[in-house]
């Protein structure tokens, strides 16, 4: 039996526009587990708070059986983040920033790294500003992959990048979770990628979650992720009486 | 504290080259004013920290003020605290380095009058540390633009006062009244840096 190296419960977070509403969900070792939700649905935000970027306003994250706290971030050794912006330290060389944040991880795995860097066909000696978004993707992918984490967090990693590297990428992934048995938490609106990998999915909307699935039970479902989704998100509006059809007849002179 | 080593060695080495010019700026800088026969010791006891923080502490802020930065470092196994710790660290190592610096020169050039007076010092770091403690607040409460603020502020001041002809080092200050000065101005410095964790953006 796979043990739990996250879990979620109750997760809160309040803007004066948006807010998520007690998000509870898990990831067991060496799963793979694809995250799903339109843009401005929380995703992100979930994911920020998972890595102490954003501070949550209640519930609790356990990671590999402790609680996590925002002024204890050794727990972040074992997780490698790729985020959504990756316009970082633009003035400055990969080299160097590859060179501080190995620095910061007691379990780095520089051959890894450098054989990333050579497979990914970057250059340590150019500028972040220098590279297009999918080099940033990867060499963010490297860093993250040369910390030996025991679960990766990617947000939307596979968008920018083209679809030899993206398929790249996504076997990289795949051999990660089956050999290292390193869990996996993937938000992509790339539906295809998460079709391809995940275990489990995962589907939020308007900052709540509203469904749970295994791979299993979307091959019975039969359906496209996209589709699922929609559908999802169209009974969850009907639930709340929110009636979001556009309607284009009130247009028309 | 490994971690914040660790953030000292990347404030120091992002920008290494602008940095060291700082650096031997603050020594040509020593010598300028020594040999001008004004010995304005005071004023470079102020301006060599201030120079290695504008070459080093400002230019990694104004790296750092960016989404896109603040999101990675935060992603990073370091906390907010720690962050901004660092920051505050380093201020204080080149307050210390200012002095040792221009000690050291006033023990090399023997011929130069050594206009040494504890008060003196003392005022100068509680200069320094009002002025670094309401930059790196407000970079970390705002932005960049608005820690912009106490350089102008600090720069103006001393413009006035050498209008004015009035010499730092020119004011008598009873030693026990600028130690209560220091005292205060350390204060208000470890305030801003826990406010400054508090408040983040």
Redesign the interface.
């Known amino acids: 039996m796979m043990n739990t190296i996250l879990e979620i419960k109750d997760l809160k977070k309040n803007y004066r526009n948006f807010s998520l509403n007690s998000i509870s969900f898990d990831v067991k070792e060496g799963e793979i587990v694809g995250f799903i939700g339109p843009n401005g649905s929380g995703k992100s935000t979930t994911m920020q708070i998972l890595m102490g970027i954003r501070e949550k306003d209640g519930g609790t994250i356990r990671f590999d059986g402790k609680e996590v706290f925002e002024d204890k971030p050794e727990y972040k050794q074992k997780i490698g983040y790729v985020g959504e912006s990756l316009d970082f330290y633009e003035k400055v060389k990969l080299r160097k920033i590859y060179q501080f944040v190995r620095s910061l991880y007691s379990d780095w795995n520089d051959e890894l790294f450098h054989e990333l860097i050579r497979t990914f066909d970057l250059s340590l000696d150019k500028k972040n500003r220098e590279n297009s978004k999918g080099m940033k993707v990867k060499f963010c992918l490297a860093l993250a992959l040369a910390t030996n984490p025991k679960l990766l967090i990617l947000d939307e990693p596979t968008s920018g990048l083209d679809p030899i590297i993206r398929i790249e990428v996504l076997n990289i992934l795949e051999s990660l979770s089956t050999q290292k048995n390193t869990a996996i938490l993937f938000s992509s609106h790339i539906t295809e990628d998460l079709e391809k990998l995940a275990d489990r999915f995962v589907f939020i909307y308007r900052g709540k979650l509203i469904r749970e699935l295994t791979r299993e039970a979307v091959i019975k479902l039969n359906k496209p992720l996209d589709i699922l989704l929609k559908q999802f998100m169209d009974e969850e509006d009907n639930a709340d009486g929110t009636d979001k059809t556009f309607d284009f007849e009130r247009f028309v002179v | 504290m490994e971690?914040i080593k660790?953030l000292i060695?990347?404030d120091l080495?992002?920008r290494f080259k602008l940095g060291l010019l700082c650096f031997l700026f603050t020594w040509l800088f020593i010598f300028g004013i020594a040999t001008s026969g004004k010995a304005l010791f005071t004023y470079v006891l102020m301006l060599v920290p201030g120079l290695l923080f504008s070459g080093f502490i400002m230019y990694n802020c104004y790296?750092e003020d960016?989404?896109?930065?603040l999101?990675?470092?935060?992603?990073?196994?370091?906390?907010?605290?720690?962050l901004i710790q660092e920051k505050f660290l380093l201020s204080n190592l080149f307050i210390v380095i200012g002095i040792i610096e221009t000690f050291i020169f006033y023990l090399l050039l023997p011929a130069i009058p050594f206009p040494f007076q504890l008060s003196h010092i003392f005022l100068s770091t509680a200069v320094m540390e009002i002025y670094f403690g309401t930059f790196l607040y407000l970079f970390y409460r705002f932005n960049f633009f608005a820690s912009r603020f106490p350089p102008n502020v600090f720069v103006m001041s001393l413009l006035f006062l050498h209008l004015k002809k009035i010499e730092f080092q020119s004011i008598t200050i009873p030693l026990p009244l600028a130690t209560v000065i220091l005292i205060i101005a350390l204060i208000v410095n470890y305030l801003l840096m826990i406010v400054s964790i508090k408040k983040m953006r």
């Open positions: 971690q660790h060695l990347k080495s992002f790296l960016n989404y896109s930065t999101t990675f470092l935060k992603s990073l196994p370091v906390s907010k605290k720690m």
